[in-house]
């Protein structure tokens, strides 16, 4: 994806859907004149939870952070598993506009194109929050700050138009405790009980296709805070504010464990006539209770029409932003945790049984950088039978634009956009638990991020 240079107006500088096609095609025509096959290819990731998922009607995604993107068992988990992402902290405001008027997109498109390479969805999130704001909000007077609110919601979905499936268009206004009242924020402060309404309405009024969603934590079952929330939406549904979805955050620990009448809850939402989504799940603990409140939540969703999605806290403990309680699907080595299995099996499907991380369990895909110099390098992907023969392999390896791939050896490659998916040659067959490996040359063009190398998967 291109740099683009913060205080540049977004919506004439960045590169649109179809300008990444564009893109995607010229990167595919590069690699043909370099000598590698490039073809049309099928090269989008298959993600075990996002099928499973899908197969329920419905999508399973995971935050992630931009700066981990380059790490090959990050991305390779991310590709095997997911359906939909949300940027963990680059579309928050500190990120997007630290300063007033000047916006700087760069890792949050890192993120949409990794996505968008991947065929998965993105969750924005988000829009209109007390925290992670830059000091320069608080500062100002209500007429300046109504205007730099609604800039600011403008500004950012012209930027994502068409690309975000849902957006968190207001997070977290309401207080813990029993009082049920607004939280004490600049917006709330300053503009009053209508500033929510106002960002749902701007929001609309700018990307008429995505689902515009209120975001809360402490809100999973019912309790003061929730029904604050739910009257509100009544409300708006009543009244015609443009609301489409409520999104419960579903962060749990032993202090905060998932509420009895969770799936209940969800269920009045819905009948109010918006979807439901879980959006930030994460759940302290190991080994089988924490699988067995995985499988909680996700039957919850799955009994409730209108639950559309969840999306968990992260990739691996080892990035949680409550690490220390190991809060995730896969540990920090990427070995699936019960959780995984739990979760996977409550949405319909089934283990590969592996702690590889990513594929069928039927192979594993494993890089390393063979040698570098100035300007390139070589990889080599290694790729192993699990406890079966296979006769044949696919490996899907993304180089981030505008690093190019300029020759591979012992495999077979067909291209799509930054996503190379290569099977093999002469090497196909391989006796359970033996391996094989394929190599390619990278011109790096000054990229620096290592290539991502998705889950193997066999036949
Ligand atoms: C968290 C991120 O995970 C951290 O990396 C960051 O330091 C703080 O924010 N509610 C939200 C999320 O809506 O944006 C928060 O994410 C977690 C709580």
């Keep these: 994806m291109a740099q683009i240079p913060p205080g540049s107006i977004p919506a ?43 197969a329920k009607g419905r999508y399973f995604g995971t935050a992630v952070a931009a700066n981990h993107l380059g790490e090959a068992a990050y991305a390779s988990t991310l590709n095997a598993q997911f359906d939909s992402v949300t940027p963990e902290n680059e579309m928050k405001w500190d990120a997007l506009e630290s300063t007033r008027d000047s916006f700087s997109f760069a890792a949050a498109d890192r993120i949409v194109g990794h996505a968008q390479s991947k065929g998965m969805k993105v969750r ?15 500062g100002l007077g209500a007429t300046d700050l109504r205007s730099a609110m609604n800039n600011h919601i403008t500004q950012v979905m012209t930027h994502y138009k068409g690309e975000i499936h849902s957006w968190d268009v207001v997070n977290e206004a309401y207080q813990d405790g029993s009082s049920g009242a607004r939280r004490s924020s600049p917006f709330q402060d300053k503009l009053g009980n209508g500033f929510i309404e106002e960002a749902f309405r701007t929001a609309r009024t700018v990307d008429a296709d995505a689902k515009l969603c209120y975001n809360d934590y402490n809100t999973d079952g019912r309790n003061a805070k929730s029904n604050a929330v739910y009257d509100m939406v009544k409300d708006f549904k009543q009244r015609g504010v443009p609301i489409d979805c409520v999104g419960f955050q579903s962060h749990f620990n032993s202090n905060s464990p998932v509420p009895s ?162 099977r093999p040659t002469w090497n196909g067959s391989l006796a359970a638990g033996s391996s094989t490996t394929f190599g390619f040359t990278v011109t790096t063009n000054g990229g620096t991020s290592a290539p991502a190398v998705g889950a193997c998967t066999a036949s």
């Design 12 to 54: 004439r500088t960045h590169p649109s859907a179809r300008a990444r096609r564009a893109l995607s095609l010229l990167t595919a025509g590069v690699l043909a004149a370099a000598g590698v096959v490039a073809l049309a290819g099928n090269a989008q990731a298959v993600g075990a939870l996002g099928d499973a998922a899908a």
């Design 261 to 422: 009448d969770f799936q209940a809850n969800l269920q009045r939402f819905a009948d109010l006539g918006v979807d439901v989504q879980i959006t930030e799940l994460d759940i302290e603990g190991s080994g089988s209770a924490q699988a067995a409140n995985y499988t909680k939540v996700v039957n919850a969703c799955l009994a409730v029409t209108r639950c559309t999605g969840i999306t968990v806290w992260g990739v691996t403990d080892k990035y949680s932003w409550r690490s220390s309680g190991t809060p995730l699907l896969f540990d920090g080595d990427y070995n699936k945790k019960p959780a995984y299995d739990a979760v996977l099996a409550a949405l319909g499907g089934s283990s590969g049984g592996g702690g590889d991380g990513g594929g069928t369990g039927a192979c594993t895909a494993t890089y390393t950088q063979t040698s570098t110099w100035n300007g390139g390098y070589n990889g080599q992907v290694t790729v192993k039978a699990g406890g079966s023969a296979i006769t044949n392999w696919t490996v899907p390896v993304t180089v981030p634009s505008p690093q190019k791939v300029s020759a591979v050896w012992n495999g077979t490659p067909s291209t799509s956009g930054d996503v190379m998916t290569v």
């Design 124 to 138: 924005g999130h988000t829009l209109v929050w007390h925290s992670q704001l830059p000091g320069w909000v608080g």
